[in-house]
């Protein structure tokens, strides 16, 4: 079936520096897009969110980029902090759909010092 | 504000043996999410609960199983338990008109089949 996946498992990157995350998904027919973070133990919190109808997305120091042509999705992290190490997951839906969440398998954000 | 809560919070079965989780939902919160999440992978959508009814099912054999109570509660069970069983079980919170899918999840139960 279709699903949502993430390009790179570990991405390491240094305390201070941007980081970047990307996705690609291939239900056409989703039309909103989350990226969540899970701490070692935690469940899923919400960072961002867009829509199908956006094509970028401003929050606190992260930003989403979304490509339809090409069906990619990125997460930009500004100044990145040690408390941002994580796995990071995108997830796609489709609005008023009661399909649940379809998840990629995570990217693993390592912040060296 | 309670956020999404969740028990056991780890759990040991045998295969064969049946196992029962329970969530409750966010406050304000009337329809509750469950996903199950193997190590090392994001979570997979089992099935969605609102009004008491099972409004949408992922792709889990029926062993998989739940409920909601009127207080918006939900149980997830699963029958006849397999080491493949063996996840993390989230639960997620929402409410209509789901146009908005920022779930609430909660920490999750630790099932271990041995």
């Known amino acids: 079936g279709e699903s949502v996946g993430l390009h790179l498992p570990t991405l390491s990157v240094q305390e201070g520096d941007n980081s970047i995350i990307n996705c690609a998904y291939s239900?056409?027919?989703?039309?909103?897009f989350i990226w969540y973070k899970q701490e070692s133990g935690k469940g899923p919190q919400f960072i961002i969110d867009i829509r199908s109808n956006m094509d970028k997305r401003q929050g606190q120091r992260v930003t989403v980029l979304l490509n339809k042509t090409v069906k990619h999705l990125s997460l930009q992290i500004a100044a990145t902090q040690p408390g941002d190490s994580a796995v990071y997951f995108c997830a796609e839906a489709i609005s008023g759909g009661a399909d649940g969440l379809t998840f990629g398998k995570g990217t693993h954000l390592i912040i060296q010092p | 504000d309670a956020g999404v809560t969740q028990s056991p919070t780890h759990l040991i079965k045998t295969r064969g043996q049946q196992v029962t989780l329970r969530c409750s939902p966010k406050?304000?919160?009337?329809?509750v999410s469950w996903y199950q999440q193997a190590l090392g992978q994001g979570p997979q959508f089992i099935f969605q609960?609102?009004?008491?009814?099972?409004?949408q099912r992922g792709n889990f054999p029926d062993r998989f199983s739940g409920h909601q109570f009127p207080n918006y509660s939900s149980e997830l069970n699963v029958n006849a338990l397999l080491l493949g069983d063996s996840a993390l079980y989230l639960c997620a919170s929402s409410s209509p008109p789901w146009t908005d899918y920022e779930q609430y999840f909660g920490p999750g139960t630790r099932l271990t089949v041995t």
């Open positions: 406050s304000g919160h009337d329809t």
């Open positions: 609960y609102y009004e008491e009814e099972e409004r």
């Open positions: 239900n056409s027919a989703s039309d909103y």
